[in-house]
């Protein structure tokens, strides 16, 4: 017999520091982060915005296998993420600070709204890559919003309208379009 404190429900549960095939993730993401640190240069800057690209990729796996995204890892990075900014460029921490509020707010009103269609998960990453990206955060939400859009018309086509039914993460399409935007922009 089960007794009942040895039930915990899945917002009891935390989400895993580690997806569960962490092997090609910790690659995926170390590539990243060398892909953007080659790309952007070797500043001190420069080092935290690799260093986050990986912790995207990180957390985009996480979310990938679980559909959590982890507390443990979003705010603590997005700490040490305005602590730089303020450390290494304070001229630049009032974008970056206001940035993050901005994207966390936004996707916290929708969560709100409609909380069965979006995470507060989703907004604790979306503050993230505010405080990571500045103003170009909206770059970064338009091109993951336009990826996870495409993903959900190719599902469409692909499985008719038994994918209607499906919910896909939005963390790894979100992390996506920060990639994107630090490498192309």
Same mark, same amino acid.
Do not use: Q, Y
């Given at each position: 017999? %089960?007794?009942?404190?040895?039930?915990?429900?899945?917002?009891?549960?935390?989400?895993?520091?580690?997806?569960?095939?962490?092997?090609?993730?910790?690659?995926?993401?170390?590539?990243?982060?060398?892909?953007? $640190? *080659?790309?952007?240069?070797?500043?001190?800057? +420069?080092?935290?915005?690799?260093?986050? !690209?990986?912790?995207?990729?990180?957390?985009?796996?996480? +979310?990938?296998? *679980?559909?959590?995204?982890?507390?443990?890892?979003?705010?603590? @990075?997005?700490?040490?993420?305005?602590? @730089?900014? $303020?450390?290494?460029?304070?001229?630049?921490?009032?974008?970056?600070?206001?940035?993050?509020?901005?994207? =966390?707010?936004? $996707?916290?009103? !929708?969560? !709100?709204?409609?909380?069965?269609?979006?995470?507060?998960?989703?907004?604790?990453?979306?503050?993230?890559?505010?405080?990571?990206? =500045? *103003?170009?955060?909206?770059?970064?939400?338009?091109?993951?919003?336009? $990826?996870?859009?495409?993903?959900?018309?190719?599902?469409?086509? %692909?499985?008719?309208?038994?994918?209607?039914?499906?919910?896909?993460?939005? =963390?790894?399409?979100?992390?996506?379009?920060?990639?994107?935007?630090?490498?192309?922009?």
């Amino acid at each position: 017999m %089960v007794a009942v404190s040895d039930v915990t429900t899945a917002a009891e549960t935390p989400a895993p520091l580690r997806p569960a095939h962490a092997g090609p993730a910790f690659a995926l993401a170390a590539g990243a982060a060398v892909a953007v $640190l *080659t790309h952007t240069g070797t500043s001190g800057w +420069d080092v935290v915005v690799a260093l986050a !690209a990986g912790a995207l990729v990180w957390v985009a796996a996480i +979310d990938f296998e *679980t559909r959590l995204l982890p507390n443990r890892i979003v705010l603590p @990075a997005t700490g040490v993420v305005l602590a @730089a900014s $303020l450390l290494l460029g304070p001229h630049g921490f009032l974008e970056h600070a206001l940035s993050a509020l901005l994207a =966390g707010g936004f $996707l916290f009103a !929708a969560a !709100a709204i409609r909380p069965g269609d979006l995470g507060m998960g989703d907004a604790k990453l979306a503050m993230l890559l505010g405080a990571l990206l =500045g *103003t170009e955060v909206l770059t970064a939400l338009v091109i993951g919003f336009c $990826l996870v859009a495409a993903a959900g018309l190719v599902l469409l086509a %692909v499985d008719g309208r038994a994918a209607l039914k499906r919910h896909l993460p939005l =963390g790894p399409f979100l992390a996506a379009g920060a990639l994107a935007t630090l490498l192309l922009g």
